[in-house]
């Protein structure tokens, strides 16, 4: 079986990014020159860091009074700095829409995956947002949050931003390709930018991480379809992991995978359905087995049928349940939880929206354009077999999933290979192999993204590997 992305997926899908990065500013008068640690690879600032202004803050400003005023001073320059480069972009004070843009109860709600039509404008621009789960910017929080806060040098301050890309139509997945080069080479141009200077504690990392959202127009997800992706991914997510830096596979507080860090991987009796226990027969066995091979079904993950209480569900808050991050219900490697109402009371429900998308969180930071949309290309065609597929046809597609899985010499490119990605994206994940990406994330090693205007930057100097590599 062969279903590309070209046929009716192709025409309905919409898609968005986000990506976060942290940039190096110099605190106004600061005169000593940045001196990096020991050890580091990295011979030189790659961009002269920008001085904030010197009326910027004053004596009286605490600590999150300033931090709030760096954001906006940069965050508006960031932006003005894309849209003279054609990306028309804004800074927002927030990456989901505010209080005021929640639908009101009486209006008509929009369709699940109505991505690019919903009545939330701010996913009709681009946007610089802060992000705030890589600096602290809470004065309520009481300094939880600046255990992960990245440390710099006397004078010197970090940023966490994120770029939030406008609603996308996959049809035009070219000029989106266009747009997402001109946005990473300004970041990289213009400052000293980092993805990997964050650092990790027990059970939260302030690294970076590049997330996409998939929606479709004029129709809706129904929750065959979403129960679909969770199957598939429940099955491939960790050889597809193999694509990503290893250390985003112990990212629980944020994206846990599926298998590792949910509710429904650890079986936690507090947060998953009580009927898990008992999952018993429905309609639900029908879908079930029109959809799933029967060894996918009789899978056991710690000595239970999880894939059951996948099909088992009957709600998408079942599904969020069952998907969320133990402790508190946060959002899995595979997010569903912007198919619930904005107004829904669900624990996990940070956003007070409803952008009717499904969320794939799994690929590390990166500002590298060539990358970030081959992962895009890759979960395309997660998304379009999920969706197109005649139920006999995604039972047998299935199983050659299960087995490319199950076999122990069995590689990620074959995966790719079953998933229907072009040659041409799956040899991109040669090039940035997980070694390299790990060794990206090492900020002893790669602390700053060279300009990639620049011939000599770092990756020149490597053996065997050319800087087209590092871009």
């Known amino acids: 079986m062969a279903i590309s992305a070209a046929g009716k997926f192709r025409d309905t899908a919409t898609f968005g990014f986000e990506l976060e ?10 005169t000593d020159p940045l001196r990096l640690e020991k050890g580091e690879q990295q011979r030189r600032v790659p961009h002269p860091i920008q001085e904030e202004p010197g009326d910027l803050t004053d004596d009286g400003d605490g600590p999150h009074e300033v931090h709030t005023k760096r954001l906006q001073y940069f965050g508006r320059e960031i932006a003005k700095k894309l849209t003279d ?3 028309i972009t804004s800074y927002r004070r927030r990456a989901h829409p505010e209080d005021v843009e929640i639908p009101e109860s009486e209006d008509e709600e929009p369709g699940l995956g109505d991505f690019d039509e919903f009545r939330y404008s701010s996913y009709k621009q681009n946007a610089i947002v802060p992000e705030e789960t890589m600096i602290w910017t809470d004065p309520a929080a009481n300094g939880r949050r600046m255990t992960v806060k ?11 931003l994120e770029f939030v890309s406008k609603a996308h139509k996959y049809r035009d997945f070219d000029i989106a390709k266009s747009d997402l080069d001109t946005v990473c080479k300004v970041l990289r141009a213009n400052y000293a930018v ?5 650092k990790d504690t027990a059970d939260r990392s302030s690294r970076c991480a590049t997330h996409v959202h998939w929606g479709i127009s004029g129709a809706e997800y ?9 199957t598939l991914m429940w099955v491939a997510e960790e050889k597809l992991m193999r694509l990503h830096a290893t250390w985003r596979q112990d990212a629980t507080k944020y994206a846990a995978l599926l298998q590792k860090g949910t509710n429904m991987a650890t079986a936690c009796p507090l ?3 009580d009927w898990t226990n008992k999952p018993g027969t429905g309609n639900w066995v029908r879908e079930m087995d029109q959809n799933v091979p029967p060894k996918v079904q009789r899978s056991l993950h710690r000595e239970q049928p999880k894939i059951r209480w996948l099909w088992r569900a009957e709600t998408v808050s079942d599904l969020a349940s069952l998907v969320g991050e133990v402790t508190k219900l946060r959002r899995a490697s595979v997010a569903i939880t912007e198919l619930l109402p904005a107004t829904s009371n669900f624990i996990g429900k940070v956003r007070r929206s409803q952008l009717n998308t499904i969320e794939f969180r799994h690929m590390q930071g990166s500002l590298n354009p060539t990358l970030i949309a081959a992962w895009i290309e ?16 995604f039972s047998s597609f299935m199983t050659d999933v299960a087995d490319c899985v199950a076999d122990e010499n069995g590689t990620e490119q074959e995966l790719l290979s079953k998933l229907g990605v072009r040659r041409e994206a799956c040899l991109i994940f040669r090039d940035f192999n997980q070694q390299q990406l790990d060794e990206e994330a090492n900020p002893m090693i790669s602390r700053f993204l060279p300009d990639p205007y620049d011939g000599r930057d770092r990756g020149a100097s490597r053996a065997g590997r050319s800087p087209s590599h590092d871009r």
Do not use: H
Request: proline share 7%.
């Open 21 to 30: 990065f942290l940039m190096l500013f110099r605190g106004s008068g600061t």
């Open 85 to 87: 480069a054609g990306i």
């Open 150 to 160: 990245p440390e710099a040098q006397a004078g010197y301050f970090w940023l966490g």
């Open 194 to 198: 980092s993805i990997n200077v964050g």
């Open 222 to 230: 129904d929750l065959v379809t979403v129960k679909r992706i969770l």
């Open 271 to 273: 947060t998953c359905p």
């Open 378 to 393: 890759v979960t395309a065609e997660i998304m379009c077999r999920c969706i197109e597929s005649p139920p006999e046809d």
